[in-house]
């Protein structure tokens, strides 16, 4: 069974960074897409920062210049560097992959079950 893992997550200042990472383990065959997502409180889950297989990034605007993501496929792991931090980054991030799992034939969508981020002013 596939299963993805962040750690990472805590309380910072504002103005400092943290670091995400994100392990899938289990029967995968292949991993296509890979990234982060996040969630504040009464607000919609939102993208913050996809890395392709074909090694291509995208970021959200509102983290756009504060950030940076990386995969590195031997070790199934993403990682999020995020810098600045701002309050309104506090939120619950996910980590995302789009994965073929061994024996099956299709890819499925795949999340962890989030890190707390929590930013003080």
């Known amino acids: 069974q596939v299963q993805l893992v962040e750690s990472g997550g805590g309380l910072v200042q504002a103005g400092g960074s943290l670091r995400l990472s994100c392990a899938a383990s289990?029967?995968?065959?292949?991993?296509?897409?890979m990234g982060w997502y996040r969630q504040a409180p009464g607000k919609q889950r939102e993208l913050v920062a996809i890395?392709?297989?074909?090694?291509?990034?995208n970021f959200a605007d509102s983290v756009k210049g504060r950030c940076t993501t990386s995969r590195d496929d031997a070790k199934r792991t993403v990682s999020l560097q995020l810098n600045s931090l701002k309050p309104d980054d506090t939120a619950v991030y996910y980590c995302?992959?789009?994965?073929?799992?061994?024996?099956?034939?299709?890819?499925?969508?795949?999340w962890g079950q989030g890190t707390q981020v929590t930013v003080s002013s």
């Open positions: 995302y992959a789009h994965i073929l799992q061994i024996p099956f034939s299709s890819y499925d969508n795949y």
């Open positions: 289990g029967r995968i065959w292949s991993i296509s897409d």
């Open positions: 890395a392709t297989s074909a090694g291509s990034t």
